[in-house]
Nanobody, 125 residues
Framework: QVHLVESGGGLVQAGGSLRLSCAAS????????MGWFRQAPGKEREFVAAIGWTGSNTYYADSVKGRFTIARDNAKNTVYLQMNGLRPEDTAVYYC??????????????????WGQGTQVTVSS
């Protein structure tokens, strides 16, 4: 079991930056693949980025590649999403997810077992 809590969302102008954090409970954080997903109003939840157990393997959606960076600190049980060059189309609720066995390249949300409550990111034009 792992409990996930996201933070760091907010309102930012286009071109700005935000850093999301996801704090995980439990002593086995380093055994989970961690992912970020987002869901805009009226749209399905979509994959953003994922990171493997050690942090050496990462994978990004094409829409955020080169702008967003996922990282993790296993000593702090925390995964981060640094978002630069934000665009209005990045506006969504951002969710942190965890799973023990999912591949980093898996983009299907149903593959992840554990989810946070989400944090709102709004980018104004």
């Amino acid at each position: 079991q792992v409990h996930l809590v996201e933070s760091g969302g907010g309102l930012v102008q286009a071109g700005g930056s935000l850093r999301l954090s996801c704090a995980a409970s439990g002593r086995t954080f380093s055994s989970f693949v961690m992912g970020w997903f987002r869901q805009a109003p009226g749209k399905e939840r979509e994959f953003v980025a994922a990171i493997g157990w050690t942090g050496s393997n990462t994978y990004y959606a094409d829409s955020v590649k080169g702008r967003f960076t996922i990282a993790r600190d296993n000593a702090k049980n925390t995964v981060y999403l640094q978002m630069n060059g934000l665009r209005p189309e990045d506006t969504a609720v951002y969710y942190c997810a965890a799973d023990r066995v999912v591949a980093v390249t898996t983009t299907r949300s149903g593959a992840y077992d554990y989810w946070g409550q989400g944090t709102q990111v709004t980018v104004s034009s």
